[in-house]
Structures are given as C-alpha cells and as structure tokens.
C-alpha cells in the first residue's frame, strides 16, 4: 500500500515502536490476564512487544502519522497470499521465540500455558470466521487496536 499522507515505518524505527508499543500494552487487560505477575510482565512485555514488531515489519504493512510515531497502523493484507511461506517461517520463528522468553521470565510455565490458552486472542486467526474474502485486518495500534474494517466488493 502506498499513501502520500501517511509514513511508511522503517527498519530503524523499530525500536521506538517497540517503545509505544510497551507503553500502550503495559495495563491492557489481556496482557494483564496472561501475565498475572506485574514485576514478570514489566520484564517480559518489551521481549514479547519486540518479537511481534520483528514479525509486523516483515509480514505486514506498517504506517505513522509521522517519523516522530505519535500514531501506528499496522495492516494485513491476508488476501495476498504472493509470500505465504515465508510469512509462516517468519511467524514460526518469532513464535519460537516468544515462547523461549515466557519460559525464560517465568519458569513456573503458568505464564507460557496462560499464553497457549489464551492463543486464539492472540492472533488473526479468527478473521476467517469473517466469511469476507476481501477485507482490510488492522492488527493493532497504540490509538486502534482490534479494530476491523471489512471492504466490500462492488
């Protein structure tokens, strides 16, 4: 997607993503659902939070109103299915990874089956139960989140 009104995230924006991103989540009711423990969820939010920004760069289209990041929209195009396998290799390894860090940050593994629980609200699965094949997924945002617009065909 291209937008003249909009910035385009950058690699080395990263970072501060992550940033927002852990401010925005760090009292979100799901997150506090799964990571029962606050001193474990400090700790472990910007590992999960960066995980999920690695994954969002490379497989969706990711916007600002700004270099500055005041306001992120991240997009899925789940109809272009041009790179299929590797958005799953890059999910698989990200997926790996986060659970690496729930079982490193809380070796009791309550967090890490909460996670395995709690799966189904934590992806994009469910948008198949839409039964819209054209439709734009915003994944999340600091000012969006979980919001869904379904694009009709004309």
């Given at each position: 997607?291209?937008?003249?009104?909009?910035?385009?995230?950058?690699?080395?924006?990263?970072?501060?993503?992550k940033?927002?991103?852990?401010?925005?989540?760090?009292?979100?009711?799901?997150?506090?659902?799964?990571?029962?423990?606050?001193?474990?969820?400090?700790?472990?939010?910007?590992?999960?939070?960066?995980?999920?920004?690695?994954?969002?760069?490379?497989?969706?289209?990711?916007?600002?109103?700004?270099?500055e990041?005041?306001g992120?929209?991240?997009?899925s195009?789940?109809?272009?299915?041009?790179?299929a396998?590797?958005?799953?290799?890059?999910?698989?390894?990200?997926?790996?990874?986060?659970?690496?860090?729930?079982?490193?940050?809380?070796?009791t593994?309550?967090?890490?089956?909460?996670f395995?629980?709690?799966?189904?609200?934590?992806?994009?699965?469910?948008?198949?139960?839409?039964?819209?094949?054209?439709?734009?997924?915003?994944?999340?945002?600091?000012?969006?989140?979980?919001?869904?617009?379904?694009?009709?065909?004309?």
């Amino acid at each position: 997607m291209n937008s003249d009104k909009l910035y385009k995230v950058q690699e080395q924006d990263l970072d501060r993503l992550k940033e927002i991103l852990t401010v925005c989540f760090q009292n979100d009711p799901l997150y506090s659902t799964l990571i029962e423990d606050e001193a474990t969820k400090e700790r472990l939010l910007p590992h999960l939070l960066e995980c999920d920004v690695t994954e969002l760069f490379e497989t969706c289209e990711v916007f600002a109103d700004s270099p500055e990041l005041k306001g992120v929209l991240i997009l899925s195009d789940e109809s272009d299915h041009r790179h299929a396998f590797y958005n799953y290799f890059v999910s698989l390894k990200e997926s790996l990874i986060t659970d690496g860090w729930l079982l490193h940050e809380d070796p009791t593994m309550k967090t890490f089956f909460n996670f395995v629980l709690g799966k189904d609200y934590l992806n994009s699965a469910w948008t198949a139960q839409l039964h819209e094949t054209r439709r734009l997924h915003v994944i999340y945002s600091p000012l969006i989140r979980n919001f869904n617009i379904t694009v009709s065909q004309k």
